[in-house]
């Protein structure tokens, strides 16, 4: 039965916690949800209730033995719950089992609650007293129709890939039939969340052994860089974009670009620009993302002359052998946020030195297709972007050969079909269909509907205008821009000040490197100490928590240290295996922990020796490459003053 005291109460604590939410509470009142809800008594004694639809089928939406031994029933399922685990439930009806889980793991959990129910929700919140979900418990909660976002976005939010394993996942009883359509798509959701975190993982993972040794040796090209920010909306919404990719199929219409030069904006990934220029068609831009891009790709006497699109983790050999103007993005580093406030701290103009990034899916080709829209392009038309072994290749000829091999496709299970631009079906692999599948979200979640696909061939992207490339230039080409004077008007990013900035930071690095080794040792002392407190016989509770206080300050400190963090992301990959065997179940609180000091010990020493080791590298790094402020770089009152009092000006 519906009680008004308890709605009122129920929604007093949603307004304060979800207000958004709360403010769109009277769409409730029309949805259009065809079932009811009624109330019959289970085998327990209990009240339970259950959904009647039109034909007359009657779906209980709790247990007919009764809900409480249901809930209880479940937990007992999952077993011992380590502190940490994540929970993903669908059904308000079901809060018992968030409190029983939060207090399963003293609520260091990570709970996301899912009510695809309107009419579900409605029923609850007069009947049942929720307030402790809205901000007590920790759980975030979706009601579709009611939280915007998508549910996928939330889920990224609250899972971390080294707790993902551990999931539970729980539908309330016939929400599969009630709610068909929102449960598959929340396991889709679901889906996505993760395939987002092994896409960040794996790009994370493939560069882990250079990734920052090439930030700190690129600091000098950033010195006399640019910020992409500088070119934000550069073509004002009134000229198209030319994505360019590798795919097998430029072979076929490569020469058509000839006809665009002068008229839209051409961007190149880094794989394109020497077919472009073996052909004639110098790009206005080129994109790099990759950390380990080989320096071939640089060969060629022109590229040097085409603004770069990159950011400081990419390879380093191809930084120094391109001499031309470099446009920076925010790549995924949290070392940069100190590089922007040191650079900050000290520019005399400090309008282009912002963390400015480019939604990217992993591949140097989404960069590209975010970077475009960034720029205000009228319309973006996608040449080249295959997303699949067109005619048996991975690549255009005179990419990384003049005739690139053909493979057996039938043959390896690495590949497989998928739908193709004209109905058909085209091989693919999994990173070309992941780039995909992020094309067609980014399109979907920015509701576009200016991408045009003018590839000669390849995988469908849903979303896009299919079009000849010949005709896509004679559509949207009408304009004439002249987009090489806009970019040679450009200032540097970084003023005198903001240079010396940097050159302190720079120089300074090592030494904030070896105060990071010096603290995981002591985290590793610490760990050391609380072992062996827990495998003595009698535990000493007192000695125990004082240590456990010191290694939270430890721990502190790695998680927050912009320096700390720095290291522990060169080491991602040890990292991840380290923390996922962190949440390992043991039989008992003393197993336990002595299973999380053995691992602390081993992370801690991990982490004092790869700090040391980079702390020595890029001491001789800042040695040969240096980096200093001149006075060409004076630009205003401010910088004035700066190099009046340097050592320089004396």
Same mark, same amino acid.
């Given at each position: 039965?519906k ?21 769109? =509470? ?16 289970? =085998? ?8 009647v ?15 409480? *031994?249901?809930?209880? /029933? ?13 929970? !993903? ?18 609520d ?28 007590k ?7 579709e129709?009611?939280?915007?976002? +998508? ?80 070119l ?27 006809? $665009?030069?002068?008229r ?5 990934v ?47 050999? $191809? ?5 031309g103007?470099? !446009? !920076? ?6 070392i940069?946020?100190?590089? $922007? ?11 282009? $030195? ?16 975010s ?25 255009? /000829? ?13 043959? %390896?299970?690495?590949? !497989?079909?998928?739908d193709?631009l004209?109905?058909?079906k ?6 070309? *269909? ?18 045009? %696909? ?14 000849t ?11 004439k ?8 008007? #450009?200032?540097?990013?970084?003023? =005198? ?10 120089y300074?690095?090592?030494?904030? #490197? ?23 016989? +009698? ?18 400190y ?12 060169g ?28 691992q ?37 009152k ?13």
């Open positions: 039965m009680d008004n005291y308890i709605f009122n109460k129920n929604m007093e604590a949603f307004i304060r916690a979800y207000p958004e939410e709360a403010s769109k =509470y009277d769409l409730i009142t029309n949805n259009k949800e065809k079932f009811e809800l009624e109330t019959v008594i289970a =085998y327990s004694g209990e009240e339970v209730v259950r959904a639809l039109p034909d007359g089928r009657k779906l209980m939406l709790e247990g007919i033995y009764g809900k409480d *031994d249901y809930i209880s /029933d479940t937990i007992k399922s999952y077993g011992r719950i380590s502190p940490r685990t994540p929970l !993903f439930l669908v059904g308000t009806m079901y809060i018992e089992l968030v409190r029983k889980f939060a207090k399963a793991t003293n260091e959990c990570f709970v996301v609650l899912y009510e695809p129910s309107l009419k579900i929700f409605d029923y609850v919140m007069h009947t049942m007293d929720i307030t402790d979900l809205f901000g418990l920790p759980a975030t909660l979706y009601i129709g009611l939280t915007s976002g +998508k549910l996928s976005q939330r889920m990224s939010s609250m899972f971390t890939l080294e707790i993902f394993p551990s999931l539970k996942i729980f539908i309330a009883p016939n929400y599969e039939h009630l709610c068909k359509e929102e449960v598959l798509r929340a396991s889709k959701g679901l889906r996505d969340a993760f395939t987002e975190l092994m896409s960040a993982w794996h790009t994370g993972a493939r560069y882990t052994d250079v990734a920052n040794k090439n930030l700190i040796y690129n600091l000098k090209t950033y010195a006399d860089g640019y910020n992409v920010a500088q934000r909306g550069i073509l004002h919404g009134e000229y198209p974009a030319f994505v360019v990719s590798a795919g097998p199929s430029l072979n076929k219409n490569i020469d058509e670009l000839k006809k $665009i030069k002068g839209a904006a051409i961007i190149a880094d794989t394109a620009i020497k077919p472009l220029l073996n052909h004639g068609i110098k790009p206005d831009f080129f994109c790099i993302v990759d950390g380990k891009k080989p320096t071939e790709l640089m060969n060629h006497p022109g590229i040097h002359e085409i603004p770069l699109v990159t950011h400081l983790s990419v390879a380093s050999g $191809i930084m120094d052998l391109h001499k103007k470099k !446009f !920076f993005y925010a790549s995924a580093e949290s940069e946020d100190e590089v $922007i406030r040191v650079c900050r701290k000290e520019a005399g103009n400090k309008k282009y $030195i912002v963390s400015q990034n480019l939604p990217t899916g992993g591949s140097v080709a989404n960069t590209a297709f970077f475009a829209y960034f720029m205000g392009a009228k319309e973006v038309i996608l040449v080249g972007q295959d997303l699949a072994l067109t005619n048996g290749r991975t690549h255009a /000829d005179g990419t990384f050969k003049a005739k690139m091999d053909k493979l057996n496709l039938t043959e %390896d299970p690495e590949y !497989f079909e998928v193709g004209h109905g058909n085209v091989y693919t692999r999994g990173d070309f *269909d992941m780039y995909r599948i992020w094309f067609e979200k980014y399109i979907k979640d920015n509701n576009l509907t200016n991408a045009i %696909d003018a590839t000669q061939g390849g995988a469908k992207i849903h979303g896009t205008k299919i079009m490339l010949k005709r896509a230039i004679e559509t949207y080409c009408v304009k821009v002249n987009l090489k004077e806009k970019i040679d008007a #450009l200032p540097k990013m970084l003023d =005198y000040g903001a240079r010396k900035g940097l050159s302190d930071f720079y300074a690095f090592p030494e904030k #490197l070896m105060e990071v080794s010096r603290k995981a040792k002591q985290g590793e002392r610490a760990y050391r100490k609380f072992a062996k407190l827990s495998e003595a016989e +009698k535990v000493d509770n007192k000695e125990l928590l004082k240590c456990a206080d010191k290694i939270k300050e430890i721990n502190d790695m998680n927050s240290d912009q320096y700390a963090l720095f290291v522990q992301a080491m991602i990959d040890i990292d991840y295996v380290m923390r996922m065997s962190i949440y390992e179940e043991q039989e008992d609180e003393k197993d336990e922990r002595i299973q999380i000091a053995k602390g010990i081993l992370l801690n020493g991990l982490i004092a020796l790869y700090a040391k080791t980079m702390s020595e590298n890029i001491a001789v790094i800042v040695k040969k490459r240096t980096i200093k402020p001149a006075k060409k770089d004076i630009n205003g401010v910088d004035r003053f700066l190099y009046e009092l340097s050592k320089e000006a004396r």
